[in-house]
């Protein structure tokens, strides 16, 4: 959970890690549900959720026990009142967010665009990072058994990009868009999907995200 000025709630956040591969994506919340839970428990896990048995390690928060226990997992709870629940998940969290804070400086995106940043910073460790069981391959490879094909292209990055809606007859193919990361599907799927931000829009104070598959 981020706080803003006076006490008030920006951004809330879950960030899920492999233990095995160390493959990691954050998501952005807008309530910290049992539901909102299970829905990114499911979307992280994909079908390997449903063929094998899965244990998780939390911080025993109510609401990620009770979605495990809705997916049929084996969840595994911190000891209350610990210093530490589980090293490399903190370590993990603490890693995103200090990226997305570099990212935010980088980009120059304003604060609201946290979890977005975090959200990249979280998929390009998974899919350009060394994976934690076999350095010589990235966390994505090791999860996935796949090579990803994606672009590694910087957060906020300047490119030209195809909307999927098109564009009117009088005028270019392409428009000019800032850079946002990847869309992975449940289970790390990636269908070549790129998420942009309009620099039109941009200019009117607006960040329009958008899906494409051609930059």
């Not at 868009?177 to 790129?194: C, E, N, T």
Request: aromatic share 10%.
């Amino acid at each position: 959970v981020r706080k803003g000025g006076n006490g008030r709630v920006q951004e809330v956040s879950l960030n899920c890690l492999d233990d095995y591969s160390g493959a990691t994506l954050t998501y952005a919340l807008k309530s910290h549900t049992t539901e909102d839970i299970r829905r990114c428990l499911t979307h992280f896990a994909g079908r390997k959720g449903a063929r094998f048995i899965v244990r998780t390690h939390s911080d025993a928060a109510d609401e990620i026990l009770k979605a495990a226990r809705e997916l049929g997992w084996i969840e595994t709870a911190s000891t209350p009142g610990a210093r530490k629940h589980n090293p490399f998940a903190e370590r993990n969290i603490r890693t995103t967010s200090e990226g997305a804070k570099v990212l935010q400086v980088q980009s120059g995106f304003p604060t609201r665009k946290w979890s977005t940043a975090e959200r990249y910073f979280a998929t390009a460790k998974t899919c350009f990072g060394k994976s934690r069981c076999n350095p010589d391959k990235t966390a994505f490879e090791m999860h996935t058994g796949r090579t990803f094909s994606g672009y590694q292209v910087p957060y906020g990055a300047l490119v030209n990009y195809k909307p999927a809606a098109g564009t009117p007859a009088d005028q270019p193919n392409g428009k000019h868009g800032l850079f946002l990361g990847w869309k992975l599907d449940p289970g790390f799927i990636w269908k070549g999907v790129y998420l942009i931000a309009d620099y039109a829009e941009l200019l009117k104070g607006k960040v329009q995200e958008q899906e494409t598959r051609s930059i």
